[in-house]
């Protein structure tokens, strides 16, 4: 029995490991349906309900981000689902937008004016590589300014960005960075920030939760995991003004209790990640712990979730998933 086991979890594990690397160098399956279109070009992102006309019943937004594996419609189809599951799908807007790559456009035969990044550039904020330049940040922003709308939006109350895996990486990396949104402000519109189970975080100090020999991982306070060397989007900002900006805002923290694997093969092992834990699960307890050392006062919240380790969909449908996208 045990020899059959083994067999099985190895076989999960080879397939695993595969998907990874298959989405990796191939480029996705799956591209998402509708186009929003930007300055730099137009991106490709995942709708739950027609945003080209006025939604006057839409009272929330979810932008619900994906991971590494690009798979935008996965994320949508959580977030609908969980929408469904706290009551709240009818009133709910969820989009999910697609950061694609090089290998995406071509394996999709996708047209010029499809935004396109290098690699997995889209999950530190830097720019697109076609057909023109925009900082995903830049992207979100986008998004979040035709929300404001109240022409397209009478009743919006709330925008929530929520991110799993390497989309948890975008959004808190968005949420250090991000712009202010004076039309929000002014609407009487609120922004909350869902990071769940990111393999790093952006550290405001040199301080790492782990000792480790700085002469031998000389990147480590590098962006996106310190404050050195900030990306464009970040406009010359101090790392004090980001750190200040940054705790200020309405952050939940959702980790896995299960998700715990030093060696997930979607896990970033580089030197600067290590320093801040074996794995996810520790890396979000270190980080949430060196935020409190820092601000005793600090109003983020770090919740989680029993029985799911590292699962997006398990993540967000979760009775806390679900508490922390529609509370």
Same mark, same amino acid.
């Given at each position: 029995m045990n020899k059959r086991l083994g067999? *099985?979890?190895?076989? *999960?594990?080879?397939?695993?490991?595969?998907?990874w690397a298959a989405e990796k160098e191939h480029g996705v399956k799956v591209v998402s349906p509708d186009r929003f279109h930007l300055e730099a070009g137009d991106l490709s992102l995942g709708l739950s309900q027609d945003?080209?006309?006025?939604?006057? &019943?839409?009272?929330?937004?979810?932008?619900?981000?994906?991971?590494?594996l690009r798979n935008a419609q996965t994320y949508l189809q959580s977030g609908e689902d969980a929408? +469904?599951?706290?009551?709240?799908?009818? =009133?709910?807007l969820v989009i999910a937008p697609q950061f694609l790559n090089e290998s995406d456009a071509k394996r999709n035969h996708l047209d010029n004016q499809v935004l396109r990044w290098k690699g997995n550039d889209w999950m530190a904020g830097e720019p697109s590589v @076609?057909? /023109?330049?925009?900082?995903?940040?830049g992207a979100l922003d986008q998004i979040i300014k035709h929300l404001g709308d109240r022409k397209r939006f009478p009743a919006l109350k709330e %925008?929530?960005?929520? @991110?799993h895996s390497g989309g948890g990486q975008v959004v808190q990396r968005f949420a250090l960075? @991000?712009?202010?949104?004076?039309?929000? &402000?002014? +609407? /009487? %519109?609120?922004?909350?920030?869902?990071?769940?189970?990111?393999?790093?975080y952006a550290y405001f100090s040199p301080q790492r939760p782990v000792k480790f020999d700085a002469a031998s991982c000389p990147g480590f306070n590098d962006w996106k995991y310190g404050m050195q060397n900030l990306p464009a989007y970040a406009k010359g900002q101090s790392a004090q003004q *980001? +750190?200040?900006?940054?705790?200020?805002?309405?952050?939940?923290?959702?980790?896995?209790? &299960?998700?715990t694997d030093p060696n997930h093969p979607a896990l970033d092992k580089s030197c600067a990640a290590e320093t801040q834990g074996a794995y996810r699960l520790i890396r979000g307890h270190n980080y949430f712990y060196y935020l409190k050392l820092r601000h005793p006062q600090l =109003?983020?919240? *770090?919740? +989680?979730?029993? /029985?799911?380790?590292?699962? /997006?969909?398990? %993540?967000?449908?979760?009775? &806390?998933?679900?508490?922390?996208?529609?509370?």
């Open positions: 067999l *099985l979890l190895g076989m *999960l594990m080879t397939c695993s490991t595969t998907t945003w080209g006309k006025p939604l006057p &019943q839409v009272t929330r937004a979810l932008i619900i981000l994906h991971g590494r929408a +469904e599951h706290a009551g709240q799908g009818a =009133n709910t @076609g057909p /023109g330049q925009v900082s995903s940040f %925008i929530v960005v929520a @991110g960075t @991000g712009h202010d949104h004076p039309t929000l &402000q002014a +609407e /009487g %519109i609120s922004l909350r920030y869902v990071v769940a189970n990111p393999s790093s *980001l +750190e200040q900006a940054y705790v200020s805002r309405d952050i939940t923290y959702l980790l896995g209790q &299960q998700d =109003n983020h919240m *770090l919740v +989680e979730v029993p /029985g799911v380790g590292h699962d /997006g969909d398990g %993540i967000f449908t979760s009775p &806390q998933g679900q508490k922390a996208l529609f509370k």
